[in-house]
């Protein structure tokens, strides 16, 4: 969202760091997701699970471009900038709702229970052992 708030005077070390922070963030994001959609794939599945997942993760980037090309033509069409050309506030105006648009899925992260990818990450809890109480000898 901090981009669509760069213009003409923005430092480019200011604009280096805020797009070297988003990508860094971004990619913690595709780490941290792409290890969940595989934390409960049974081992003789993760072949197939990995191919659907890629697939699936082409597919929205696809998605993305297309709904980004459609946000700035939607912005052009109703910007009061004469001859329907694209200015740099249609730009920030569709580069805003893109970023706004994946807090949606905020939401449905929001609803993940605790426990889930603590198996993966090292953090689920290990089994007891009952072989010192109650044990037949």
Do not use: C
């Not at 409960?40 to 993760?46: C, G, K, S, T, Y």
């Not at 569709?94 to 929001?110: C, H, K, R």
């Not at 603590?118 to 037949?136: C, M």
């Amino acid at each position: 969202l901090g981009i669509a708030l760069f213009d003409v005077g923005t430092s480019l070390w200011l604009m280096f760091a805020v797009l070297f922070v988003s990508g860094l963030i971004r990619s913690i994001q595709f780490t941290a997701l792409s290890s969940l959609s595989f934390a409960d794939v049974p081992q003789n599945l993760i072949s197939s699970a990995s191919t659907l997942s890629s697939m699936f993760m082409q597919l929205g980037f696809g998605v993305g471009v297309s709904l980004a090309a459609a946000l700035i033509n939607l912005a052009t069409y109703f910007s009061p900038t004469p001859g329907g050309q694209t200015s740099l506030f249609d730009l920030k105006v569709a580069i805003a709702l893109s970023a706004i648009l994946p807090l949606i899925a905020f939401f449905s992260y929001i609803r993940v229970p605790a426990h889930v990818g603590a198996e993966i990450s090292g953090h689920a809890p290990q089994p007891t052992r009952n072989d010192d109480h109650g044990g037949s000898a």
